[in-house]
C-alpha cells in the first residue's frame, strides 16, 4: 500500500496571506500515461469532503482559481494564493495510483 | 442540486452484520464508479472498497477485505456495502461518493455519511 504523508498537521493562517500543505507518497504517483494520481479534497466543520484538485494540478468545477496543486511524482503541493475566512478545514491528498486508495492524515487549516 | 444518501446504519454488537445502502436524488449513478470511504471518529478518511459501473469490484482495504462486500443493483441505482463480522474498529462514518466523470478513482460527489457503531 502507498503511505501518504502530509505536513503540516495544522496551519494558522490569516486572511489574504497565503498557505501552502505538502503531500508525499512512498512511491511516485507518476502513471505511464504522464498524469500523476493525487487529489485533494477538503473537509470544511461538520461537513462531508468536497473534491478540490484532481491529477495533481487541476481544479475541480466550481474550486476557485486561489486553489492549486503542483507537483509530480512523490512530492506534491496544495497551495492557496489568498486565504478565505470559508477555506478553514481539513485537507487531504490522496493517491489514486494504486489499490488500495490511500490518504493523508490531514492537515487542519484554521 | 443532486445529493447521495445513506441509509442502514446503526448500532451493532461485535461480530454481527450490517448492509449499509446508497440512492441517489437528482444524481445519476449510472455509468460511474462508486466507493465507500470512512472516518472514525476524530479521525482522517480511508478508503473501503468501490465498484466499477460494470459491477466489478474495484478492491477492498485490507482492514475489510473478507468481511465487507461491494455492489451495486443492475439497474445502477443504488450501492451497497454488506458488513460482517463487525469489529469495534469499524466503528465510523460511512460515506457512498461517486467518481467524477474524468476518472473512475476521482472522488467527486459525497453523501452526507450513514453512522455504524460496533459496541456491546
Known amino acids: 500500500e502507498i503511505v501518504m504523508t502530509q505536513s503540516p498537521l495544522s496551519l494558522s493562517v490569516t486572511p489574504g496571506e497565503p498557505a501552502s500543505i505538502s503531500c508525499r507518497s512512498s512511491q511516485s504517483l507518476l502513471h505511464g500515461n504522464g498524469n500523476n494520481y493525487l487529489d485533494w479534497y477538503l473537509q470544511k466543520p461538520g461537513q462531508s469532503p468536497q473534491p478540490l484538485i484532481y491529477?495533481?494540478?487541476n481544479r475541480s468545477s466550481g474550486v476557485p482559481d486561489r486553489f492549486s496543486g503542483s507537483g509530480s511524482g512523490t512530492d506534491f503541493t496544495l497551495k492557496i494564493s489568498r486565504v478565505e475566512a470559508e477555506d478553514v478545514g481539513i485537507y487531504y491528498c490522496m493517491q489514486s495510483l494504486q489499490k488500495p486508495l490511500s490518504f493523508g492524515g490531514g492537515t487542519k487549516v484554521e | 442540486e443532486g445529493q447521495l444518501v445513506e441509509s442502514g446504519g446503526g448500532l451493532v454488537q461485535p461480530g454481527r452484520s450490517l448492509t449499509l445502502s446508497c440512492t441517489a436524488s437528482g444524481l445519476t449513478l449510472q455509468n460511474y464508479a462508486m466507493h465507500w470511504v470512512r472516518q472514525a471518529p476524530g479521525k482522517g478518511l480511508e478508503w473501503v472498497s468501490g465498484?466499477?459501473?460494470?459491477?466489478?469490484?474495484?478492491a477492498y482495504a485490507a482492514a475489510v477485505k473478507g468481511r465487507f462486500t461491494v455492489s451495486r443493483d443492475s439497474a445502477q441505482k443504488a450501492l451497497y456495502l454488506q458488513m460482517n463480522n463487525l469489529r469495534p474498529e469499524d466503528t465510523a462514518t460511512y460515506y457512498c461518493?461517486?467518481?467524477?466523470?474524468?476518472?473512475?478513482?476521482?472522488?467527486?460527489?459525497w453523501g452526507q455519511g450513514a453512522q455504524v457503531t460496533v459496541s456491546a
Open positions: 461518493v461517486r467518481a467524477s466523470t474524468h476518472s473512475d478513482y476521482a472522488l467527486h460527489y
Open positions: 491529477l495533481a494540478s
Open positions: 465498484v466499477f459501473w460494470s459491477g466489478g469490484v474495484i
